[in-house]
Nanobody
């Protein structure tokens, strides 16, 4: 049974930083590309960042490029999202997701999802 568990969310002020983690179990972690998505109240789920199975390739949404960094530790079966220079518009529930090997940016391309962690940025 595949499980993805996000942690690290919370309340932070405008300009602050947070580091999200996604712990994976029940899958061969180094065979899966991983992604971060987010969903703000009243909006659809949107792509944030993705990393390939080896950690050698990444892709970011334009809205977070230069502020967020995705990484993974295959020895720990864990993915991370370092979020710097946070803005109120980054407020959302953040989800991690997994798909075999190759990175992708669409919600429908991912078969496994976590339960989400809330990030709130106050102005």
């Amino acid at each position: 049974q595949v499980q993805l568990v996000e942690s690290g969310g919370g309340l932070v002020q405008d300009g602050g930083s947070l580091r999200l983690s996604c712990a994976a179990s029940g899958l061969t972690f180094n065979s899966y590309a991983m992604g971060w998505f987010r969903q703000a109240p009243g909006k659809g789920r949107e792509f944030v960042a993705t990393i390939n199975s080896k950690g050698t390739g990444t892709n970011y949404a334009d809205s977070v490029k230069g502020r967020f960094t995705i990484s993974r530790d295959n020895a720990k079966n864990t993915m991370y999202l370092q979020m710097n220079s946070l803005k109120p518009e980054d407020t959302a529930v953040y989800y991690c997701a997994a798909r075999p090997y190759i990175i992708a940016t669409s919600v429908g391309d991912y078969g496994y999802w976590g339960q989400g962690t809330q990030v709130t940025v106050s102005s």
